[in-house]
Every structure is written in C-alpha cells, then in structure tokens.
Nanobody, 117 residues
Framework: QLTLVESGGGLVQSGGSLRLSCVTT????????ITWFRQAPGMEREGVSF?????????KHADSVKVRFTISRDNAKNAVYLQMNNLTPEDTDVYYC?????????WGQGTQVTVSS
C-alpha cells in the first residue's frame, strides 16, 4: 500500500504565495517522476508542473503558470515541492501530486488552494 500526501494548500490573497509539498514515508520517490495536476469542480484535471525522477533535471510548466510556479525536489527529504507565486483567483483548484515510474502510478488525495480577490 502506497501513501502519497500533498500539503501546503490554503487560503491566500491574490498576489500571494503558497508552497505545496508532495511527500511519502512509505516508499522512496527517488525513481519517481512527478506531475502536479489541478482540478476545479466540474472541470477536467489539468497538468500544471512536471519534474523528472532522480535529480529533477527536466522540469516543465503549463503556459498559464510559467514564470510564476517552480517545481523542485529534495530526495533527502523524499519530497517534491511546488512553489506558487503571484497567485490569482484562477489558480483556485484542488492540487494533486502524481508520482510514477515505468511500472507504478500513484495519486495523492489533493490539497485545496483558494485564492481570494
């Protein structure tokens, strides 16, 4: 049984920042690539930011969050982070962490991000 936990969501004013974490204590994320997704009620889940496994040398971001969001990983802490700056109400969503290898694919339960005007 895998346990993948997102945290760091909350309520922030427009223009503020949040830092999301994706962490597990039941297995190592070293060999897992990570994509952060987000989903609003009634909408499709969309990919936000990606980081490759191991050293995280490859990162990608959706155009809507490029230059505002930064994804990183700390293998020593078995964690992946999403730094979100200059947030707007359009960023209000549930954010999910998706960790995967060639043979595994696991989703966390999500963390709510709400950005007020």
């Amino acid at each position: 049984q895998l346990t993948l936990v997102e945290s760091g969501g909350g309520l922030v004013q427009s223009g503020g920042s949040l830092r999301l974490s994706c962490v597990t204590t039941t297995f190592s994320l070293y060999f897992y690539s990570i994509t952060w997704f987000r989903q609003a009620p009634g909408m499709e889940r969309e990919g936000v930011s990606f980081i490759s496994y191991h050293d995280g040398s490859v990162t990608k971001h959706a155009d809507s969050v490029k230059v505002r969001f930064t994804i990183s990983r700390d293998n020593a802490k078995n964690a992946v982070y999403l730094q979100m700056n200059n947030l707007t109400p359009e960023d209000t969503d549930v954010y999910y962490c998706n960790a995967y290898t060639f043979n595994d694919d696991y989703w966390g339960q999500g963390t709510q991000v709400t950005v007020s005007s």
